[in-house]
T-cell receptor, first 114, second 116 residues
Framework: EAQVTQNPRYLITVTGKKLTVTCSQN?????MSWYRQDPGLGLRQIYY???????DKGDVPEGYKVSRKEKRNFPLILESPSPNQTSLYFC?????????????FGPGTRLTVL | AQSVAQPEDQVNVAEGNPLTVKCTYS??????LFWYVQYPNRGLQFLLK??????LVKGSYGFEAEFNKSQTSFHLKKPSALVSDSALYFC??????????????FGRGTQLTVWP
């Protein structure tokens, strides 16, 4: 089944404790992206990757890191999480990254930083 | 600057009535417009998109959307609403300019409630 998977689905952590949210897709998509969803703010793009070893900032990159060493994986790293990073996170992928290609979303990761 | 506005946080309609969820956008170049739907505790699902051509585009689950360039709008419509259409709907836009190909801008979302 074609899908985007994220792990973990739920995570409660404490301020300053480094964490990684994994994202993997099995559709051979070149483009991958991370978003955060907050009530009243919709989805905001954190980082995206047009292809392997190519990443770029979205609207809200501060406090996050990403890497794209393989085509299928695009982990999101929070080096020193803070409470304002408590949010619902979505990973997405699409074919080729062209502007007109729709994105496929993962199920989401709900992160709470205490 | 690129942006998307969904002026209504909530839309309530009776089952069987037509529904409209509004979206306006702002881009520098030509827009690529999308609608996504989010059901509770799920990720977003693609509904439909406008790239070029016919201003009325049809998508999944009987939804359609009308692109209006002069009003910079892309409203989502359905002739007859179902209770199962109740969900959170997001409008999104991408710019066709090369420097921002990877960026996708979402609206804040509109909660659609269809009551029996």
């Amino acid at each position: 089944e074609a899908q985007v998977t994220q792990n973990p689905r739920y995570l409660i952590t404490v301020t300053g404790k480094k964490l990684t949210v994994t994202c993997s897709q099995n559709m051979n998509h070149e483009y991958m992206s991370w978003y955060r969803q907050d009530p009243g703010l919709g989805l905001r793009q954190i980082y995206y990757s047009m292809n392997v070893e190519v990443t770029d900032k979205g609207d809200v990159p501060e406090g996050y890191k990403v890497s794209r060493k393989e085509k299928r994986n695009f982990p999101l790293i929070l080096e020193s999480p803070s409470p304002n990073q408590t949010s619902l996170y979505f990973c997405a992928s699409s074919f080729q990254g062209a502007s007109y290609n729709e994105q496929f979303f993962g199920p989401g990761t709900r992160l709470t930083v205490l | 600057a690129q942006s998307v506005a969904q002026p209504e946080d909530q839309v309530n309609v009776a089952e069987g009535n037509p529904l409209t969820v509004k979206c306006t956008y702002s881009v520098s170049g030509n827009p690529y417009l999308f609608w996504y739907v989010q059901y509770p505790n799920r990720g977003l699902q693609f509904l439909l998109k406008y790239i070029t051509g016919d201003n009325l585009v049809k998508g999944s689950y009987g939804f359609e959307a009308e692109f209006n360039k002069s009003q910079t709008s892309f409203h989502l419509k359905k002739p007859s609403a179902l209770v199962s259409d109740s969900a959170l709907y997001f409008c999104a836009v991408r710019d066709d300019r090369g420097s921002t190909l990877g960026r996708l801008y979402f609206g804040r979302g509109t909660q659609l409630t269809v009551w029996p």
